[in-house]
Structure formats: C-alpha cells, structure tokens
T-cell receptor, first 112, second 121 residues
Framework: LAKTTQPVSMDSYEGQEVNITCSHN???????ITWYQQFPSQGPRFIIQ???TKVTNEVASLFIPADRKSSTLSLPRVSLSDTAVYYC?????????????FGSGTRLSIRP | GAVVSQHPSRVICKSGTSVKIECRSL??????MFWYRQFPKQSLMLMAT?????????EQGVEKDKFLINHASLTLSTLTVTSAHPEDSSFYIC?????????????????FGQGTRLTVV
C-alpha cells in the first residue's frame, strides 16, 4: 500500500473550483487511486477512482500525470455542502479482501 | 449503488458492559468486511478484517479479546466491544466491497456504513 500525502486543510469559496493534490511517490504498478469524501459523523463515500490520465464523473474529475506519483481531485463550482474531509488512497486490490488504509485526509472548508 | 447499514447509529453504555454493533450489506454479499475506529478530528484507523466463516484478522495493536468480531453470514458482521471503558468511546465504521459489481481488474468501490457513535460512561 503506497503512502499518500495531502494538505491538512484547504479553504475556498462557493462557486470556485477546488483542486486537492495528493502525493504518492511509491505507488505500485497495480495501484489505483481512489478518493473518498467524509462528512462529520458519517462513513466515507466514494467519489472517484482512476489509474492514469483523466477521469470525470458527475461530481469530480481526477487528474493523474504519466508518472503517477501524484494525483489531483478537482471539484468544480463548490458549494457549502462540499465542506468535508477528502481522503486520497493508492491501493491494489482486485479482491474484496484487499485492505483499505486511510491517510490523514484534507479538511476542506467552503465559505459563502 | 450498494448499501452497507450499521446498527445502532448511536449507543451509550456503562463502563464494564459489552456493546454489539451490526454491519449488514443490504444488496450484495460480502465475504470480507472491514471495521474501523475514528477519534475526533482524526482519520479512520483499520481495526480488523472480518472474514465470513473464519476468524477475523486484527491489525497490530488491536486487542482481539476486547473487540470480538463475528462474520456468520455473507451479509452480516458484528463487532462486540467487551468490558467497555471510556477510552473505547469512538466512532466505529464498517465497510465492504461489492466485488461482483465491479468491472474486472478494477479496485472495487468500497461502501461504508453510516457509523456507530459509542459513548462509554
């Protein structure tokens, strides 16, 4: 399991695009990058996952450069409800038994 | 998407008593479930891996006799905090992957329960 490093916290304003970068220098060839979101007193929720280049879904985009040593979660036009902790994970696991180990996460605060 | 449900969502117990927390996969079968503990302002810490029909695998430093895990069916895992003490007060979260629902050779999305807030008084 590759160690990931993220900023401890970030602040932004409603309507802005927020980019959270995660460093995973020791990522393995088979590792995927997955981002989760967690609101207070709730379990984490899957946001997006990718292996390389760019992945986009209805809530976010994930940019992964060719060397895969980092990744950036992009949240377009954030709102107050995007205030949460965001976790970046780099893990291998085609099996349901593969562990999911969380790093410190980034506490994102959105202001009006 | 798949749903993982925990019960209860909140429990208060007296010091020295035991508390059982249930984790159910509602629309998929989970041969493996994971239990986490989270203290305020901290990240999730993996406690153990629950395996259906066999013994759980505990992370280093987690007391297996204190945190009893039973995974008796493909949709239910339970965590029992035995002889609870105030320092066991925490937010406990379970998760499972819907492996069958994932494309081949992709890390299957993990689904998390809503968590159980345990307060030991």
């Amino acid at each position: 399991l590759a160690k990931t490093t993220q900023p401890v916290s970030m602040d932004s304003y409603e309507g802005q695009e927020v980019n959270i970068t995660c460093s995973h220098n020791n990522i393995a060839t088979n590792d995927y990058i997955t981002w989760y979101q967690q609101f207070p007193s709730q379990g984490p929720r899957f946001i997006i996952q990718g292996y390389k280049t760019k992945v986009t879904n209805e809530v976010a985009s994930l940019f992964i450069p060719a060397d895969r040593k980092s990744s950036t979660l992009s949240l377009p036009r954030v709102s107050l409800s995007d205030t949460a902790v965001y976790y970046c994970l780099a893990s291998t696991g085609y099996s349901s038994a593969s562990k999911i180990i969380f790093g410190s996460g980034t506490r994102l605060s959105i202001r009006p | 998407g798949a749903v993982v449900s925990q019960h209860p969502s909140r429990v208060i117990c007296k010091s020295g008593t035991s508390v059982k927390i249930e984790c159910r996969s509602l629309d998929f079968q989970a041969t493996t479930m994971f239990w986490y503990r989270q203290f305020p302002k901290q990240s999730l810490m993996l406690m153990a891996t629950s395996n259906e029909g066999s013994k759980a695998t505990y992370e280093q430093g987690v007391e297996k006799d204190k945190f009893l895990i039973n995974h008796a069916s493909l949709t239910l895992s339970t965590l029992t905090v035995t002889s609870a003490h105030p320092e066991d007060s925490s937010f406990y979260i379970c998760s499972a992957r819907d492996e069958e629902g994932a494309p081949a050779f992709v890390v299957a999305e993990a689904f998390f329960g809503q968590g159980t807030r345990l307060t030991v008084v």
